[in-house]
């Protein structure tokens, strides 16, 4: 199958999409589009480089032009975090990158498909959708895809089984008010609460599960790797590409990005993440599972916070 994505944006994150689709079998075309033309250069001849152990795929340093025709656009722009410094610090910086991005490369793909990656991602898919004039299900953002691959990971690693087999999600806003609902968490349709005593009259089990820290492990992990590294970019761009596959399969697929909400869970006029019916169409819907009373009010919380970001940028 012949796919074309484009990606807007060629600094860590945008450099190493372009580069971890151009070791699967996602894309057939990638066009990088960068404001710095001798980096966007410079990458492109790099990632090609290493093409020659793979199907014939082509890779392009382009111009908005170039987008056209394409499946799928990622938008990756914005200045990047620092370290001690929140998403929803970077606002309206990179509210004013998109503003410009997007009738630019609107014009050139109107029938694509839009990821949105810049930080903050919940509030720059709520400007995308607002300014873009396209479709609801056209845009989606990446939401707390990484923080539920985070959520997982630490779960694999506590109860030492594979992370496909834990079905857990980190919901609300990709930042400090997201939080897990435990009571929809399951091991391989086991609930996770089941699951747990039976490793623990098996003797598997050291000590209790400190859902606490595990959440703070998912707060916390991006910044700390930004203290250490100066930025996140390999687990992010697997998320993304991994979000690709699904917007180009056969078939719908169940992820935890960040779409519009009108009425659900009492929440309208936001986009942050729930279980989200997502794939060749775009965003198919939000998948209503029950949560807790207390769960709605931390999802209700989070997209609180983010309207009221929302409220003091300049559209």
Not at 272 to 281: A, D, K, Q
């Amino acid at each position: 199958m012949k796919s074309k994505i484009t990606i807007i944006g060629a600094g860590s994150v945008g450099a190493t999409i372009a580069y971890t689709l151009s070791n699967e079998d996602i894309a057939s075309e990638i066009v990088l589009i960068d404001i710095n033309k001798e980096k966007v250069d410079g990458e492109v001849m790099d990632i090609v480089q290493g093409t020659c152990f793979r199907d014939p795929i082509s890779i392009v340093a382009g111009d908005y032009a170039d987008a056209k025709d394409s499946d799928i656009v990622i938008i990756t722009s914005g200045i990047a975090r620092k370290p001690g410094q929140t998403r929803l610090e970077l606002t309206q910086t990179n509210v004013n990158i998109l503003k410009d991005i997007t009738p630019q490369i609107v014009k050139e793909a109107p029938k694509a498909l839009y990821v949105i990656v810049s930080n903050p991602v919940d509030v720059m898919t709520y400007v995308f959708t607002r300014i873009s004039g396209l479709p609801e299900n056209q845009v989606i953002g990446s939401g707390t895809l990484l923080d539920t691959a985070r959520l997982r990971f630490g779960l694999s690693q506590y109860l030492n089984i594979a992370q496909k087999n834990i079905h857990a999600y980190v919901f609300g806003e990709h930042g400090d008010t997201s939080f897990v609902p435990w009571s929809c968490a399951e091991v391989s349709g086991a609930e996770l609460n089941q699951f747990l005593e039976l490793r623990r009259k098996s003797g598997r089990l050291s000590e209790e599960l400190d859902r606490e820290a595990m959440v703070e492990y998912v707060h916390k992990s991006g910044g700390q790797i930004i203290a250490r590294k100066g930025a996140t970019f390999y687990a992010v761009s697997v998320a993304v590409c991994k979000l690709c596959a699904i917007l180009l399969s056969a078939y719908d697929s169940i992820a935890t990005v960040s779409s519009m909400l009108h009425g659900e869970y009492g929440i309208e006029d936001v986009c942050l993440s729930t279980l989200t019916l997502v794939g060749p169409n775009g965003v198919q819907g939000k998948v209503p599972v029950e949560l807790t009373e207390e769960e709605i009010e931390k999802l209700r919380a989070s997209a609180n916070a983010l309207k009221a970001v929302i409220a003091q940028i300049e559209l």
